[in-house]
């Protein structure tokens, strides 16, 4: 784990400083004074308008604008209201918000001690992935240092107002990444996500009203307070302001996360960041966000990072991990770890995708042993298409948009396998 | 009664710190797991009966997360991601390393008790694959002579 990104912005400035992940630390560098005027100078009203201004969107996959998602919270109720703090990152080839716990978890405390004045919740739940062992032990501490100083508690910060922050570890599910899978898992159940409506804001953690963002979205709230909202949007697209963290990973030379405005275009992210590819290697394709997020080939890089222009491409920006593959990598087996990893996820709670991650993964992998048949691709699409928009949750969209990308793109290697009846990419990764 | 004292004393702190009691239960568990190595059914009865619910509630939320366990595992459990960034950068390799080295394969226990191996999903470390974690540590950036290295120390 790097201690800071290589290229740095507002969120991470700090990260490379051990001490910054300490109370004295963060206050050196002004820490905490954003969230002492939200408690004792600013109104929820007020707050929840400036993140709108701002255009905060969450960095979690989403993308749902953050300061919209705040004022769904009910007003004028006599229940207690909860902030969850999702730190599930599970989603594959995301490795930020991990920096961020480990490296600066009192940003992301100031982040949700703001967002609780904004939406009047009483406590906040970091559900933090159970994997994330040591970045749970840097939050734990960071948290009783903040609860010794007044800074959460029962009067937080001299305020009157009380606000405090529990961590629950999850243990190894990938679905209680997706909110109200995590809901019930924060409930002690298995991690099936539930219907909506009810939203979380109506019917969240413990039946109560509750807001879900995710741990970078709560990071950059403190700096949107402290500089403003005109300040904000001098990063990234109109639509898309602010930076974001991306982490670059697989077949490139300097794999490791930036720190970069959204907009930054894909192809100065993989070539001049992350250095390219491999001596003697030329880059075949990049998955943009994450493992759900369909890839797109070589041809197609030129593409600012930013869901308006991302969609156009039929991608999206999902959690900014961007995974570049060579012209070593055999597209069919990318499908089978990719299929197998939502067969093996899966909650198993909605057919469609119970069933279409294990049809999907056992015929690209009869395509990869060589005994595929010409019909399987149009199996493996019509699989693809009934699963997507069909369930509870976005799981099993996210099971379909990867293969359905890879076919749109890479439809040669899958049909070559079935051609030849072997996998024609000696030198690619094995499985 | 199987869980110690302490334990108990551990969960009743959790129990406190959600609105409902069950809120604590994965707490819990991991607090159980990390002193006895797994959960037994008899350890699922009395956590039910902690929790006020069914032995079947405790065990199919013990199923349904891969970082619980059924059934006794090793001393150590090596987990070696297999996910597409570990994959494109050997992570497949290190595990069949590993499994030829260990004479298990990855989902098995070497038969002294020592080593639980396994394959693993997507850990968060994909800059510095291929990558495995012993218990809760992370080693990144491995080869495979590094990984063996590691494993023989594992007492």
Redesign the interface.
Known sequence: MQKAPFVTGYLTEHTGDDAYATLDGYRARGGYEAAKRALTGMSPDEIVNLVKDAGLQGRGGAGFGTGMKWSFMPKGTDKPKYLVCNADESEPGSFKDRLLLERAPHQMLEGILIGAKATGAAKTFVYVRGEYAHPADVLERAIDEARAAGILGADCMGSGFAHDVVVTRGAGAYICGEETGLLESLEGKKGQPRKKPPFPAQYGAFGMPTTVNNVETFSHVPHILNKGAAWFRGFGTEKSPGTTIFGVSGLVQRPGLYELPLGTRLDTIVFDHAGGPLPGRKVKGVIPGGMSMPILPVSQLDVPMANEFLRERKTMLGTGGVMVLDDSVCMVRVACVVTYFFRDESCGQCTQCREGTGWMNKIVQRIERGAGSKGDLDILLDVAAKMEGQTICAFADAAAWPVQGLLRHFREDFEAHIEHGKCPFPESFQL | MVISAETRAAIDAQIQ????R??????A??LVQKEKGWIAPETARELAAI?EIQPIEVL??VT?????YDRPQGRHHVYVC????C????G??LV?AIEQHLGIEAGETTKDGRITLGH??????????PML?IG???H?NLDVETAKRLLDELK
């Open positions: 710190k959600y609105p409902q069950r809120g604590a239960l994965l707490p568990l991991h929790f199919e939320v349904f997360y891969n970082m619980f297999t996910n597409l960034p994959s494109l950068r050997g497949r390799d069949h693993e999903e997507c850990l968060g470390a994909c800059a510095w694959a974690r809760e540590t992370y990144e």
